[in-house]
């Protein structure tokens, strides 16, 4: 079975720019987590949602932030305009609420310069 | 107050020996209870789960939950270098009728040296 898929690995923009990462879960997981880690701060959870909707948004540090989950199977984090204190890795988690476990993509190192 | 707390660390044992990982949490709502490992430059993945007072083992990994001291802890045996990880704590708050979010600590950084 395929894992929770974050295709792009590294990320690199400008100051400024708009950023979108992108998250596939696992298939059949109704719950979908986003995550920042950075050495100083550890990791952060910034957002879920469970069946589509969000549930929890009170980690998305400022409104230069927004996630989406347009359908079961797809989900983006948006950071509009980016700052270079944004640079971290990005990890996206999926869960079934059945086993209550989440399980965790390989993560985008995004840096912004 | 910070939700999790894990024994800072680094914590540094022989090949062979036990590592004792340590969690305490503050919330006495939290019902499931998680063990993570995260390789440098990796994304952290799911070691042990455990629910219910008591002591859980998985092959060489023991997890131990006291709900009463809010404790719970993970005991390596016969450790190797692959051990060499961050271990992370993280406990889950139901929220309503939702599964809730996981609280992760800082991690506890064991190095295993042959």
């Known amino acids: 079975d395929a894992g929770v898929i974050q295709s792009t690995r590294h990320e690199v923009t400008e100051m400024g720019q708009e950023v979108t990462l992108r998250c596939k879960p696992i298939s059949g997981h109704d719950y979908l987590f986003w995550y920042r880690q950075t050495m100083m701060r550890g990791l952060e959870l910034l957002i879920y949602f469970n069946n589509n909707v969000p549930i929890d948004d009170s980690g998305m540090p400022e409104d230069r932030f927004s996630a989406k989950m347009p359908n079961a199977s797809f989900s983006t984090l948006k950071i509009q305009p980016s700052e270079p204190r944004d640079s971290a890795v990005y990890f996206c988690?999926?869960?079934?609420?059945?086993?209550?476990?989440?399980?965790f993509g390989p993560g985008t190192r995004l840096t912004v310069l | 107050q910070k939700e999790v707390e894990q024994n800072s660390g680094p914590l540094s044992v022989p090949e062979g020996a036990i590592a004792s990982l340590n969690c305490t949490y503050s919330?006495?709502?939290?019902?499931?209870f998680f063990w993570y490992r995260q390789y440098s430059g990796k994304s952290p993945e799911l070691i042990m789960s455990?629910?219910?007072?008591g002591d859980k083992e998985d092959g060489r990994f023991t997890a131990q939950l006291n709900k009463a001291s809010k404790y719970v802890s993970l005991l390596i045996r016969d450790s190797q270098p692959s051990d060499s990880a961050t271990y992370l704590c993280?406990?889950?708050?139901?929220?309503?009728?939702?599964?809730?979010?996981?609280?992760f600590g800082r991690g506890t950084q064991l190095t295993v040296w042959p």
């Open positions: 988690a999926s869960a079934d609420s059945s086993y209550n476990e989440q399980f």
């Open positions: 919330d006495r709502g939290s019902q499931s």
């Open positions: 993280a406990v889950n708050i139901p929220r309503g009728s939702t599964l809730g979010r996981l609280y």
């Open positions: 455990i629910y219910s007072n």
